[in-house]
């Protein structure tokens, strides 16, 4: 019996001896992954200062790499270096949290061959060379003197020459749509340099001799991009246009799928998501058609309906569009209509909102125009309690029948719902919630399609919980504005891979997504200028709530809305798939606990 005792103690002793070790191993192996994940991203933020100072890390504002031969080595090596670091770790001996880091890294890692060796965008993209937005950040970083900001920018302002001389060696048979943009964004870009560091300039203490070595910079920024924006001009867009002037806009199915997966980091393929995207179109025009019968009678009282489902939608939507805003009032209707949104999210409990955060509606600033009419431009998460913009682009660019047809399109509905995807609670409050996220690398390497996914999500959650009332009008217009998000990705695809013309386009967004002329114009031009970005609202949106059909089939009366929207943001901009990983497992857990 003794023996037996003896025996049980000793083994009970080796194995509690093993478990220590063997915790003891594990305790190391995520120190080591966290000190890992800490010395990448100051590392990559060494190495890409520009994206630091969007982040707000202003360690490196004063440094503007030169994107030569040597930069692109520098990168690939780089990429290389730290896969190699990154592979070194057990990855089954990581928490989940930490899996998917170790997912994000890598996929970043991994895409930099990619786009410096096959995307090869700065070849063909001159607009890719603007930096009006790079001097914005260092000027703008109110935690910095401004002094000190000055300084910054005045050791930026060394390289921009050489800067603009390398973009002209490697521009290589452009677009002729990115070259046009390209032109229109740097005559943008000098009121960055000429009013706004100069405005700056004069405010500051600096001595006189700071100031004027400072304005010949400024003069010699100026020439330089001069310089390029004529190089551009005078080389492509005077030329007449032949097969060797500009290259196609269209990057064609194989980079497309490359480009796709980098991106949108879905768990479906592009021509799975495109082919998705069809069959929603579909029902959506199901359901407007429904819509615009209850409609009718109010709208047309006795007239006979036209007998097609196409042509009837478009007019009960076109009297519907009439009730908009004036042209000179855009701007001041979104700075008003945003605590009313934020009441309705708080009155019915939907998400925790943060008041201390400031949101800025603001004009768009002339270097960002040019690509979308309403955008969001937040704070990194170093840098979390800054003000995040919501960009407006006033409409005085517009002739009066411009202007009346792209306010048609941004009707009294629709703006509302517009607000609600860029605003309330749409990507403000994601990018917040980000910004808080215990995960740095969660944080920082956002993806698209969860940003713009929730954000498309949050409109249709917010009329879910009755946003809007019992007007059939914003139903409708809910509807053809979702139906704007499901063509977006058609059009993006069908341009980029089946090869859909201007006029398919137009047919697409005119007549099947009954878009104004101004806005089917507008979003052909963005097609033109990006791709993949326009499937990522899409493919965000349809995971996210095939996400929370899973989650409520499987918790029954025990799913709470609130409680999925904010632990679904706790986890930062990772992409939906490992979002949904870890909540499924979460649930599992929660399950085996309870039983």
């Known amino acids: 019996?003794?023996?037996?005792?003896?025996?049980?103690?000793?083994?009970?002793?080796?194995?509690?001896?093993?478990?220590?070790?063997?915790?003891?191993?594990?305790?190391?192996?995520?120190?080591?992954?966290?000190?890992?994940?800490?010395?990448?991203?100051?590392?990559?933020?060494?190495?890409?200062?520009?994206?630091?100072?969007?982040?707000?890390?202003?360690?490196?504002?004063?440094?503007?790499?030169?994107?030569?031969?040597?930069?692109?080595?520098?990168?690939?090596?780089?990429?290389?270096?730290?896969?190699?670091?990154?592979?070194?770790?057990?990855?089954?001996?990581?928490?989940?949290?930490?899996?998917?880091?170790?997912?994000?890294?890598?996929?970043?890692?991994?895409?930099?061959?990619?786009?410096?060796?096959?995307?090869k965008g700065g070849e063909w993209n001159p607009s890719s060379y603007n930096l009006g937005g790079a001097f914005f950040q260092v000027i703008n970083y109110q935690k910095h003197p401004l002094e000190k900001r000055l300084?910054?920018?005045?050791?930026?302002?060394?390289?921009?020459?050489?800067?603009?001389?390398?973009?002209?060696?490697?521009?290589?048979?452009?677009?002729?749509?990115?070259?046009?943009?390209?032109?229109?964004?740097?005559?943008?870009?000098?009121?960055?340099?000429?009013?706004?560091?100069?405005?700056?300039?004069?405010?500051?203490?600096?001595?006189?001799?700071?100031?004027?070595?400072?304005?010949?910079?400024?003069e010699k920024t100026i020439a330089a991009i001069n310089d390029y924006k004529k190089y551009l001009q005078t080389t492509f867009l005077d030329k007449a246009e032949d097969s060797t002037t500009f290259r196609s806009f269209r990057i064609g199915e194989e980079l497309y799928s490359k480009k796709f997966a980098a991106e949108i980091q879905s768990a479906y393929s592009?021509?799975?998501?495109?082919?998705?995207?069809?069959?929603?179109?579909?029902?959506?025009?199901?359901?407007?058609?429904?819509?615009?019968?209850?409609?009718?009678?109010?709208?047309?009282?006795?007239?006979?309906?036209?007998?097609r489902i196409f042509e009837q939608i478009q007019m009960v939507i076109n009297e519907v569009a009439k009730t908009h805003v004036h042209r000179d009032s855009f701007v001041t209707s979104i700075r008003q209509?945003?605590?009313?949104?934020?009441?309705?999210?708080?009155?019915?409990?939907?998400?925790?909102?943060?008041?201390?955060?400031?949101?800025?509606?603001?004009?768009?600033?002339?270097?960002?125009?040019?690509?979308?009419?309403?955008?969001?431009?937040?704070?990194?998460p170093y840098d979390a309690d800054a003000e995040t913009y919501y960009n407006v682009t006033p409409l005085d660019h517009y002739n009066e029948e411009e202007a009346e047809s792209y306010l048609r399109e941004y009707n009294n509905y629709t703006l509302q719902i517009l607000n609600i995807h860029e605003a309330i609670p749409g990507h403000y409050t994601q990018l917040v919630y980000s910004n808080q996220s215990p995960s740095l690398i969660k944080s920082i390497m956002g993806n698209g399609a969860m940003i713009e996914g929730w954000a498309v999500y949050t409109e249709k959650m917010m009329l879910e919980a009755g946003y809007g009332g019992d007007q059939?009008?914003?139903?409708?217009?809910?509807?053809?504005?979702?139906?704007?998000?499901?063509?977006?990705?058609?059009?993006?695809?069908?341009?980029?891979?089946?090869?859909?013309?201007?006029?398919?386009?137009?047919?697409?967004l005119m007549k099947e997504a009954f878009q104004e002329k101004s806005e089917a114009e507008g979003k052909w031009r963005r097609a033109r200028l990006?791709?993949?970005?326009?499937?990522?609202?899409?493919?965000?949106?349809?995971?996210?709530?095939?996400?929370?059909?899973?989650?409520?089939?499987?918790?029954?009366?025990?799913?709470?809305?609130?409680?999925?929207?904010e632990e679904f943001l706790s986890y930062g901009s990772a992409p939906v798939k490992y979002?949904?990983?870890?909540?499924?497992k979460k649930l599992v857990a929660s399950d085996q606990k309870t039983a």
Request: aromatic share 12%.
């Open 579 to 584: 979002i949904r990983k870890l909540m499924l």
């Open 1 to 119: 019996m003794k023996k037996l005792i003896y025996l049980s103690l000793v083994l009970a002793l080796v194995a509690c001896g093993n478990q220590q070790e063997k915790t003891t191993e594990t305790t190391v192996e995520v120190q080591d992954f966290e000190k890992f994940k800490s010395d990448f991203i100051d590392a990559m933020w060494q190495m890409n200062p520009i994206s630091a100072s969007y982040q707000g890390v202003h360690d490196y504002d004063n440094q503007l790499p030169i994107p030569n031969e040597e930069r692109k080595q520098l990168q690939l090596q780089f990429a290389t270096d730290w896969l190699n670091k990154l592979r070194a770790f057990d990855y089954e001996t990581l928490s989940e949290a930490d899996k998917i880091d170790f997912h994000l890294i890598e996929d970043d890692l991994s895409n930099t061959e990619f786009y410096v060796n096959e995307f």
């Open 530 to 565: 990006s791709q993949v970005q326009l499937c990522s609202y899409f493919t965000g949106y349809y995971e996210i709530m095939q996400l929370r059909s899973e989650l409520q089939e499987k918790m029954g009366a025990d799913f709470d809305l609130k409680k999925f929207h």
């Open 337 to 380: 209509q945003i605590p009313e949104l934020v009441a309705f999210v708080n009155e019915n409990d939907l998400i925790t909102l943060d008041p201390n955060k400031p949101l800025v509606v603001r004009e768009t600033p002339e270097y960002m125009r040019g690509f979308a009419g309403a955008s969001i431009s937040a704070p990194g």
């Open 151 to 218: 300084e910054n920018v005045s050791e930026k302002l060394n390289h921009v020459e050489a800067y603009y001389a390398q973009a002209k060696q490697n521009i290589n048979q452009p677009t002729k749509v990115h070259t046009k943009l390209a032109v229109q964004q740097l005559e943008g870009s000098k009121s960055m340099f000429n009013q706004t560091l100069l405005d700056s300039l004069a405010k500051s203490s600096k001595d006189s001799a700071f100031k004027q070595e400072f304005a010949a910079k400024i």
């Open 472 to 508: 059939i009008e914003m139903g409708l217009m809910y509807y053809k504005w979702n139906l704007r998000t499901v063509c977006n990705t058609i059009l993006d695809y069908g341009i980029q891979v089946l090869d859909y013309s201007e006029e398919d386009a137009m047919q697409l």
């Open 270 to 307: 592009a021509k799975e998501i495109f082919q998705a995207a069809v069959a929603e179109k579909e029902d959506l025009h199901q359901k407007m058609y429904r819509l615009s019968e209850m409609l009718w009678e109010k709208y047309f009282g006795e007239q006979e309906k036209p007998g």
